[in-house]
C-alpha cells in the first residue's frame, strides 16, 4: 500500500514525520511520498516549504529515507500550485531535486493571488479553478493532477472567502469538468 500525498512539513517541523510513519506503518502503508507545498514567492504560509529552503527540503527527505529504510519506504515529492504567472518558479522549484513524483495543484484560494478579487460568485471561482486545472494538466509538468474539486471547499466556509451563492452545481459546469478530466 503506497500513500504519495502526504504533508508533514519536514523543514518546519523534522520530528512530524515520525508520526506520519508510524501512523503508515500501523494501517500497512509500505510507501509514502512525501509532497509538501512549494514556496510561492506571493505566499509561504501553512504548510509549503520556506522560501529559499526547498534544498534543505529535498536533502531532508532523502534523509527521512535512509533513517526508515527497511521499515518503510520514502520517497521524494512535492506539490506544486499551478499558476500561468508562476512558471519561472515551478520550474525553479523542479529543477531544484530530483523527485519521484510531483502533484500539481490549482488552489487559487492563496490571497495574494487576488482571486477574490476577479471572482465573486461560486460558479465563477469554480469555472476559473477548473480553466486553471486544464492548463495545470496540459503544462506537462506533474506527475498527477490533485483537487479538481477544491472549490467546492470554499463554499462551505462563507466567512474566510467571500463567494456569493448562485447555485453552482455540476450540471451546470459539466462541459468545463468534462474539459478538466479529459485534459488530466
Known amino acids: 500500500v503506497k500513500d504519495y500525498h502526504i504533508h508533514p512539513t519536514v523543514v518546519l517541523d523534522p520530528s512530524r514525520f515520525a508520526q506520519f510513519a508510524k501512523t503508515a506503518i500501523d494501517n500497512g502503508v509500505d510507501e509514502v511520498c512525501i509532497t509538501d507545498h512549494m514556496p510561492l514567492s506571493v505566499s509561504n504560509a501553512g504548510d509549503r516549504i520556506p522560501t529559499g529552503r526547498v534544498g534543505e527540503y529535498c536533502t531532508a527527505v532523502r534523509q527521512l529515507a535512509n533513517e526508515w529504510d527497511g521499515r518503510l519506504s520514502v520517497k521524494l515529492g512535492i506539490e506544486i500550485d499551478y499558476h500561468p504567472d508562476y512558471h519561472d518558479e515551478i520550474e525553479a522549484v523542479l529543477n531544484s531535486g530530483d523527485y519521484d513524483y510531483v502533484i500539481g495543484a ?75 478530466l479529459n485534459a488530466i
Not at 465563477?124 to 495545470?136: D, K, R, S, W
Not at 463554499?155 to 455540476?170: E, H, I, K, M, W
Open 106 to 180: 490549482t488552489h487559487l484560494h492563496v490571497s495574494e493571488l487576488n482571486a477574490f478579487e476577479k471572482y465573486h460568485t461560486h460558479n465563477e471561482f469554480a469555472q476559473a479553478q477548473l480553466e486553471n486545472t486544464i492548463a495545470c494538466a496540459r503544462s506537462g509538468y506533474f506527475d498527477t493532477i490533485a483537487h479538481i474539486d477544491f472549490f467546492r471547499w470554499h463554499f462551505t466556509l462563507p466567512n474566510r472567502f467571500p463567494l456569493v451563492d448562485d447555485g453552482y452545481s455540476v450540471e451546470r459546469n459539466l462541459s468545463l469538468i468534462d474539459k478538466a
